[in-house]
Protein backbone atom coordinates (compact mmCIF):
# COMPACT_ATOMS: atom_id res chain seq x y z
CA UNK A 1 0.00 0.00 0.00
CA UNK A 2 1.42 3.69 -0.64
CA UNK A 3 0.08 5.05 2.52
CA UNK A 4 -1.95 8.03 0.35
CA UNK A 5 -2.30 11.07 1.93
CA UNK A 6 -5.04 13.51 2.58
CA UNK A 7 -4.02 15.93 -0.05
CA UNK A 8 -3.65 12.85 -2.63
CA UNK A 9 -7.00 11.74 -1.72
CA UNK A 10 -8.33 15.16 -2.80
CA UNK A 11 -6.17 15.05 -6.14
CA UNK A 12 -7.67 11.72 -7.05
CA UNK A 13 -11.11 12.66 -6.42
CA UNK A 14 -10.79 15.88 -8.68
CA UNK A 15 -9.27 13.90 -11.55
CA UNK A 16 -11.69 11.11 -11.60
CA UNK A 17 -14.60 13.51 -11.31
CA UNK A 18 -13.75 15.79 -14.34
CA UNK A 19 -13.17 11.71 -16.05
CA UNK A 20 -16.92 11.56 -16.05
CA UNK A 21 -17.12 14.12 -18.52
CA UNK A 22 -14.39 13.45 -20.29
CA UNK A 23 -15.55 9.43 -20.73
CA UNK A 24 -19.04 10.52 -21.87
CA UNK A 25 -17.61 13.23 -24.56
CA UNK A 26 -14.75 10.56 -26.00
CA UNK A 27 -17.48 8.90 -27.96
CA UNK A 28 -19.21 12.45 -28.99
CA UNK A 29 -16.12 13.89 -30.68
CA UNK A 30 -18.76 16.12 -33.04
CA UNK A 31 -20.27 17.70 -30.46
CA UNK A 32 -17.33 19.55 -28.95
CA UNK A 33 -16.47 22.81 -30.65
CA UNK A 34 -12.70 22.63 -31.19
CA UNK A 35 -10.72 25.00 -31.88
CA UNK A 36 -7.01 25.59 -32.65
CA UNK A 37 -4.65 27.27 -30.25
CA UNK A 38 -1.80 26.60 -32.73
CA UNK A 39 -0.62 24.02 -35.79
CA UNK A 40 -1.59 20.91 -34.47
CA UNK A 41 -2.36 22.12 -30.81
CA UNK A 42 -6.48 21.82 -30.56
CA UNK A 43 -8.64 22.91 -27.77
CA UNK A 44 -12.05 21.27 -26.83
CA UNK A 45 -15.27 22.55 -24.59
CA UNK A 46 -14.03 18.78 -23.31
CA UNK A 47 -10.92 20.80 -22.04
CA UNK A 48 -12.00 23.36 -20.36
CA UNK A 49 -14.92 21.63 -18.97
CA UNK A 50 -12.71 19.28 -17.43
CA UNK A 51 -10.11 22.37 -16.09
CA UNK A 52 -13.22 24.06 -14.51
CA UNK A 53 -14.39 20.67 -12.40
CA UNK A 54 -10.41 20.05 -11.14
CA UNK A 55 -10.27 23.70 -10.04
CA UNK A 56 -13.72 23.52 -8.27
CA UNK A 57 -12.88 20.71 -6.34
CA UNK A 58 -9.16 21.64 -5.95
CA UNK A 59 -10.22 25.01 -4.36
CA UNK A 60 -13.20 23.99 -2.88
CA UNK A 61 -10.86 21.27 -0.85
CA UNK A 62 -7.57 23.82 -0.66
CA UNK A 63 -9.07 27.39 -0.59
CA UNK A 64 -6.27 29.63 -1.30
CA UNK A 65 -3.84 27.05 -2.87
CA UNK A 66 -2.74 29.19 -5.94
CA UNK A 67 -2.78 27.55 -10.01
CA UNK A 68 -1.39 26.80 -13.16
CA UNK A 69 -3.56 25.44 -15.88
CA UNK A 70 -2.99 25.10 -19.35
CA UNK A 71 -6.48 26.19 -20.56
CA UNK A 72 -7.14 29.32 -17.89
CA UNK A 73 -3.69 30.40 -17.00
CA UNK A 74 -1.90 31.56 -13.50
CA UNK A 75 -4.65 31.65 -10.89
CA UNK A 76 -2.57 33.53 -7.86
CA UNK A 77 -4.43 32.40 -4.51
CA UNK A 78 -4.06 34.01 -1.19
CA UNK A 79 -1.34 30.58 -0.14
CA UNK A 80 1.24 31.58 -2.94
CA UNK A 81 3.57 28.64 -1.28
CA UNK A 82 0.69 26.00 -2.84
CA UNK A 83 0.14 26.41 -6.07
CA UNK A 84 -1.48 22.98 -8.35
CA UNK A 85 -0.38 22.01 -11.61
CA UNK A 86 -3.19 20.76 -14.32
CA UNK A 87 -3.16 19.56 -17.53
CA UNK A 88 -6.80 18.80 -17.84
CA UNK A 89 -6.49 16.90 -21.21
CA UNK A 90 -2.85 15.93 -22.26
CA UNK A 91 -2.91 14.48 -25.62
CA UNK A 92 -5.86 16.10 -26.77
CA UNK A 93 -4.86 15.42 -29.94
CA UNK A 94 -5.65 11.67 -29.40
CA UNK A 95 -8.53 12.39 -27.43
CA UNK A 96 -10.54 14.44 -30.53
CA UNK A 97 -9.42 11.49 -32.68
CA UNK A 98 -10.59 8.69 -30.71
CA UNK A 99 -7.30 7.11 -29.63
CA UNK A 100 -7.85 6.32 -25.49
CA UNK A 101 -4.40 7.58 -24.66
CA UNK A 102 -4.62 10.51 -23.10
CA UNK A 103 -5.04 11.58 -19.42
CA UNK A 104 -5.41 14.35 -16.76
CA UNK A 105 -2.35 15.52 -15.07
CA UNK A 106 -2.02 17.21 -11.57
CA UNK A 107 0.53 18.72 -9.51
CA UNK A 108 1.02 20.08 -6.46
CA UNK A 109 4.51 21.81 -5.75
CA UNK A 110 4.79 24.01 -2.49
CA UNK A 111 7.97 26.03 -1.01
CA UNK A 112 10.40 24.04 1.11
CA UNK A 113 13.10 25.99 2.80
CA UNK A 114 12.86 28.96 0.33
CA UNK A 115 12.64 26.51 -2.58
CA UNK A 116 9.02 27.71 -4.05
CA UNK A 117 9.00 24.69 -7.08
CA UNK A 118 8.96 21.37 -5.15
CA UNK A 119 6.71 19.51 -6.68
CA UNK A 120 5.29 17.44 -3.61
CA UNK A 121 2.57 15.10 -4.92
CA UNK A 122 1.69 14.39 -8.83
CA UNK A 123 -0.89 12.41 -10.59
CA UNK A 124 -1.31 11.08 -14.30
CA UNK A 125 -5.00 9.65 -14.59
CA UNK A 126 -6.42 8.42 -18.26
CA UNK A 127 -10.28 8.29 -17.87
CA UNK A 128 -10.73 5.35 -20.34
CA UNK A 129 -8.28 2.42 -19.19
CA UNK A 130 -8.76 3.89 -15.51
CA UNK A 131 -4.88 3.81 -15.21
CA UNK A 132 -3.95 6.09 -11.93
CA UNK A 133 -0.41 7.29 -11.57
CA UNK A 134 0.69 8.43 -8.80
CA UNK A 135 3.86 9.65 -6.24
CA UNK A 136 4.49 11.79 -3.48
CA UNK A 137 7.60 13.61 -2.83
CA UNK A 138 9.85 10.34 -0.52
CA UNK A 139 7.03 7.81 -0.87
CA UNK A 140 7.38 6.55 -4.20
CA UNK A 141 5.47 5.74 -7.08
CA UNK A 142 2.41 3.76 -7.74
CA UNK A 143 -0.19 2.60 -9.99
CA UNK A 144 -3.81 1.79 -9.05
CA UNK A 145 -5.97 0.23 -11.95
CA UNK A 146 -8.52 -1.70 -10.19
CA UNK A 147 -6.86 -5.03 -10.53
CA UNK A 148 -5.14 -6.88 -7.58
CA UNK A 149 -8.43 -6.35 -5.51
CA UNK A 150 -7.74 -2.43 -6.24
CA UNK A 151 -4.57 -2.17 -4.41
CA UNK A 152 -1.90 0.19 -5.07
CA UNK A 153 1.35 -1.20 -6.72
CA UNK A 154 4.65 0.19 -6.90
CA UNK A 155 6.46 1.49 -9.87
CA UNK A 156 9.17 -0.89 -11.23
CA UNK A 157 11.38 1.11 -13.92
CA UNK A 158 13.68 -0.56 -16.57
CA UNK A 159 16.61 -2.13 -14.92
CA UNK A 160 17.91 -2.72 -18.50
CA UNK A 161 21.22 -1.35 -19.81
CA UNK A 162 21.82 -2.78 -23.42
CA UNK A 163 21.01 0.21 -25.43
CA UNK A 164 20.22 -2.14 -28.43
CA UNK A 165 17.64 -4.09 -26.28
CA UNK A 166 15.59 -0.75 -25.32
CA UNK A 167 12.73 1.09 -26.22
CA UNK A 168 12.29 4.76 -25.91
CA UNK A 169 9.46 7.21 -26.24
CA UNK A 170 9.48 10.62 -27.39
CA UNK A 171 7.35 13.56 -28.74
CA UNK A 172 7.88 15.08 -32.13
CA UNK A 173 8.40 19.33 -32.51
CA UNK A 174 5.67 20.22 -35.60
CA UNK A 175 7.92 21.12 -38.41
CA UNK A 176 8.94 24.62 -38.98
CA UNK A 177 9.68 24.99 -35.12
CA UNK A 178 13.24 25.70 -34.41
CA UNK A 179 15.07 22.08 -33.89
CA UNK A 180 13.00 20.04 -35.90
CA UNK A 181 16.05 19.58 -38.04
CA UNK A 182 18.12 18.57 -35.24
CA UNK A 183 15.47 16.88 -33.85
CA UNK A 184 15.13 14.19 -37.01
CA UNK A 185 19.12 13.53 -36.52
CA UNK A 186 18.40 12.47 -32.94
CA UNK A 187 15.69 9.77 -33.57
CA UNK A 188 17.74 8.82 -36.35
CA UNK A 189 20.28 7.98 -33.94
CA UNK A 190 18.11 6.31 -31.93
CA UNK A 191 15.85 4.13 -33.65
CA UNK A 192 19.59 3.08 -35.33
CA UNK A 193 20.81 1.98 -32.19
CA UNK A 194 17.98 0.99 -29.98
CA UNK A 195 15.15 -1.90 -30.69
CA UNK A 196 12.48 0.85 -31.41
CA UNK A 197 11.04 4.03 -30.85
CA UNK A 198 7.45 4.92 -30.03
CA UNK A 199 5.11 8.34 -30.11
CA UNK A 200 1.86 8.34 -28.68
CA UNK A 201 1.05 11.67 -28.09
CA UNK A 202 0.73 11.91 -24.10
CA UNK A 203 4.02 13.30 -22.76
CA UNK A 204 2.62 12.74 -19.36
CA UNK A 205 1.41 9.20 -19.89
CA UNK A 206 5.35 8.60 -21.55
CA UNK A 207 6.69 9.55 -18.01
CA UNK A 208 4.06 7.55 -16.27
CA UNK A 209 4.95 4.57 -18.89
CA UNK A 210 8.85 5.11 -18.50
CA UNK A 211 8.56 4.95 -14.66
CA UNK A 212 6.31 1.88 -14.84
CA UNK A 213 9.35 0.30 -17.49
CA UNK A 214 7.18 -0.14 -20.24
CA UNK A 215 9.92 2.76 -22.00
CA UNK A 216 13.38 2.57 -21.27
CA UNK A 217 13.87 6.06 -21.57
CA UNK A 218 11.80 9.37 -22.77
CA UNK A 219 12.93 12.68 -24.51
CA UNK A 220 11.58 15.28 -25.68
CA UNK A 221 12.00 19.42 -26.27
CA UNK A 222 9.09 22.23 -25.29
CA UNK A 223 7.03 21.02 -23.21
CA UNK A 224 4.99 23.16 -20.75
CA UNK A 225 5.09 23.05 -16.93
CA UNK A 226 1.55 21.23 -16.93
CA UNK A 227 2.66 18.26 -19.45
CA UNK A 228 5.39 16.97 -17.01
CA UNK A 229 4.93 18.66 -13.55
CA UNK A 230 2.84 14.82 -12.29
CA UNK A 231 5.08 12.76 -14.67
CA UNK A 232 8.02 14.23 -13.26
CA UNK A 233 7.51 13.03 -9.69
CA UNK A 234 6.24 10.01 -10.33
CA UNK A 235 9.55 9.17 -12.90
CA UNK A 236 11.55 10.65 -9.76
CA UNK A 237 9.73 8.56 -7.15
CA UNK A 238 10.22 5.31 -9.43
CA UNK A 239 13.95 5.94 -9.29
CA UNK A 240 14.43 7.41 -12.14
CA UNK A 241 17.27 10.24 -13.42
CA UNK A 242 14.99 13.06 -14.68
CA UNK A 243 17.25 15.92 -16.23
CA UNK A 244 17.03 19.04 -18.32
CA UNK A 245 18.31 18.91 -22.02
CA UNK A 246 19.11 22.60 -21.83
CA UNK A 247 20.57 25.17 -18.99
CA UNK A 248 18.29 25.41 -16.49
CA UNK A 249 15.43 23.55 -14.23
CA UNK A 250 13.61 20.56 -16.56
CA UNK A 251 9.94 22.57 -15.06
CA UNK A 252 11.74 25.42 -16.57
CA UNK A 253 13.15 24.58 -20.38
CA UNK A 254 10.76 22.07 -20.95
CA UNK A 255 13.51 19.87 -22.68
CA UNK A 256 12.92 16.88 -21.06
CA UNK A 257 15.77 13.33 -20.67
CA UNK A 258 14.07 10.20 -18.80
CA UNK A 259 15.54 7.06 -18.21
CA UNK A 260 17.92 4.89 -15.63
CA UNK A 261 21.29 6.12 -14.26
CA UNK A 262 23.25 3.26 -16.75
CA UNK A 263 20.99 4.02 -19.79
CA UNK A 264 21.29 7.98 -19.40
CA UNK A 265 24.87 9.12 -21.07
CA UNK A 266 24.04 6.82 -23.48
CA UNK A 267 20.21 8.55 -24.47
CA UNK A 268 21.86 11.61 -23.94
CA UNK A 269 24.79 11.25 -26.43
CA UNK A 270 22.28 10.33 -28.99
CA UNK A 271 20.14 13.27 -28.50
CA UNK A 272 21.92 16.05 -27.45
C1 LIG B 1 0.72 17.68 -25.77
C2 LIG B 1 1.15 16.25 -25.48
C3 LIG B 1 2.12 15.74 -26.52
C4 LIG B 1 3.33 16.65 -26.65
C5 LIG B 1 2.88 18.08 -26.92
C6 LIG B 1 1.92 18.56 -25.83
P1 LIG B 1 -1.72 18.62 -25.06
O1 LIG B 1 -0.16 18.18 -24.77
O2 LIG B 1 1.76 16.12 -24.21
O3 LIG B 1 2.60 14.44 -26.22
O4 LIG B 1 4.15 16.18 -27.69
O5 LIG B 1 4.02 18.91 -26.95
O6 LIG B 1 1.52 19.89 -26.11
O7 LIG B 1 -1.69 19.87 -25.88
O8 LIG B 1 -2.38 17.50 -25.71
O9 LIG B 1 -2.20 18.89 -23.67
CA1 LIG C 1 -2.77 21.80 -25.68
CA1 LIG D 1 -0.32 18.67 -22.40
CA1 LIG E 1 -3.91 19.77 -22.61
Known amino acids: MSGMSAIMGVMQNAARKAARGLQRDFGEVETLQISRKGPSDFVSRADKKAEEVI ?7 RPGYSFLMEEAG ?16 DGTTNFLHGIPHFAISIALEREIDGNPRELVAGLVYNPITDDMWFAEKGRGAYINDGTRGGADRRLKPSQRDLFS ?3 FSTGIPFKGKPGHAKYLKELHQ ?5 AGVRRFGAASLDLAWTAAGRYDGFWERGLKPWD ?11 GLQVESLSDGDVMDTGDIIVTNDTLLPMLKDRVT
Open 228 to 238: IAAGVLIAREA
Open 165 to 167: DCI
Open 190 to 194: VMGTS
Open 74 to 89: EIEGTDKSHRFIVDPI
Open 55 to 61: HEQLSYA
